[in-house]
């Protein structure tokens, strides 16, 4: 689910982890996002979100090419979303503690939203 889903229709498959029996409830809510400004090659930024909040971060891509993003948290490596200007994702939210988020965007406007924390079990 961190691929941060639009609308519209989702088929789900399943499967069971050894015996198992009973059903399967699935829940997604959306949440807002938080406009936070713009990011600059070099320049850190930092936000505290309230609960089922999200960012969104804008940035300017110069030219077409390989661009590598890193978002970081207290507990390390973020998963983020790296959309164009028309919110198409440019890479999946998959982003592991050892390698930033890397893209090949054309030049234009991007945005970058941090995946929103995971609750506590």
Do not use: K, N, W
């Not at 507990?75 to 790296?82: H, K, Q, S």
């Not at 090949?104 to 924390?117: D, E, V």
């Amino acid at each position: 689910m961190t691929g941060y889903l639009r609308a519209g229709e989702y088929q789900l498959t399943v499967r069971t982890l050894g015996a198992s029996a009973g059903h399967l409830g699935l829940r997604l809510r959306s949440v807002p996002l938080q406009d936070e400004g713009s990011l600059a090659v070099g320049r850190p930024v930092r936000v505290r979100l309230p609960a089922r909040t999200a960012a969104r971060y804008a940035f300017d891509v110069p030219t077409a090419g390989r661009y590598r993003i890193r978002s970081v948290g207290p507990g390390g490596a973020v998963d983020c979303r790296i959309e164009d200007d028309a919110g198409f994702p440019l890479a999946p939210a998959e982003a592991a503690a050892a390698a930033p988020c890397t893209c090949r965007p054309a030049a234009g406007t991007c945005s970058c939203c941090p995946a929103p924390p995971r609750p506590c079990a």
